[in-house]
């Protein structure tokens, strides 16, 4: 647990939320000056070498950084050590799912 | 260990709430509802990636009237915690610490992400 607690936590939230947000403004302003038009156009910016790795990067960085933040609010709430563990052990499975789903997204637009 | 006696006030309807207060509330709260809408969004993701037929459904999704709103929705919250992000980030650089300007900075988040998702709303296709 001590790998994503305490100080380095709030550091990676802090980090992670620096990329999001500059990922979040380049793909909205992008969306609105050059929209794809038809699937092909879509699926074609989102296989761009360098948009998918910054999209893979962008999903993970944005699951460590929402991970830590439910984190804390798990800890906030949860009032008894079994009500805390049974939380976390959820939400960590739920995003470890999230996850690799993201990644299958991903990877399969990339083999088609 | 806690005094007993320490008092307690947590009626919510008296409790007093302050821009700064709320913006904090509501850095959380949009924070957890974002999790929640990560399935959606990846599935949505998923099949407008898909083929043709997944992209046209995807599209058909975000057209339709309850899904514009969710949209609408979605998109301020995304943008309030932006905005309220960013005003956190610079309070721990230490900018607009004390009170008139933490409740001014608080305003002007709140604002901002409310007219930033307005205007995403409008100007995405």
Partial sequence: MSLLSGQRAWLLQRVTSLYAGLFVLSAMLWLIVRPPADHAAWHALITHPMIWAATALFILLTLLHAWIGLRDVILDYGQSVP????????????????????????IEAALT | MASPVRPVFLDLRKIHLPPNALVSILHRVTGVLLILSIPLVLWLLGRSLAGPEGFAQAVAVIRHPLGSLLLLGWLWLLMHHFFAGIRFLLADLGFAEDREQARSSAWTALIAGIVAALLLWVLLP
């Fill in chain 1, 83 to 106: 009500v805390r563990l049974t939380a976390l052990i959820l939400v960590a499975a739920a995003f470890l799912l999230m996850g690799f789903w993201a990644l299958w997204i991903l």
